[in-house]
């Protein structure tokens, strides 16, 4: 059973900083790309960041960059989100998903629009004083 599973959420100050980590079980995060998506209240999901399958080729939203780092640990097939600088604006309920890598962009190559299949359940992240 593929499962995809979140936590380090929190309650954070602005400023501060959180590791979101994303544990995959039943399947091998070497073979897919992964992504990080979040959604705040009355807001459509939006994509956060992606690592690709092969070659560790990352992309960023540009609300993000710089303050967010994406990272994995093949050893221990987790995905990890280290997010620095946080503010108000980050809040929201984060989600990790798998996708397998398109026929047409190869492995080396992640973005927000391939098929991401399996999501897992989510984890909130809130920054406030």
């Known amino acids: 059973q593929l499962q995809l599973v979140e936590s380090g959420g929190g309650l954070v100050q602005p400023g501060g900083s959180l590791r979101l980590s994303c544990a995959a079980s039943?399947?091998?995060?070497?073979?897919?790309?992964v992504g990080w998506f979040r959604q705040a209240p009355g807001k459509e999901r939006e994509g956060v960041s992606c690592i690709s399958s092969r070659g560790g080729i990352t992309n960023y939203a540009d609300s993000v960059k710089g303050r967010f780092t994406i990272s994995k640990d093949s050893a221990n097939n987790t995905v990890y989100l280290h997010m620095n600088s946080l503010n108000v604006e980050d809040t929201a309920v984060y989600y990790c998903?798998?996708?397998?890598?398109?026929?047409?962009?190869?492995?080396?190559?992640?973005?927000?629009?391939?098929?991401?299949?399996?999501w897992g359940q989510g984890t909130q992240v809130t920054v406030s004083s």
């Open positions: 039943g399947f091998n995060l070497d073979y897919f790309a």
């Open positions: 998903a798998a996708a397998s890598p398109s026929a047409y962009t190869g492995s080396y190559y992640c973005s927000f629009t391939l098929q991401y299949n399996s």
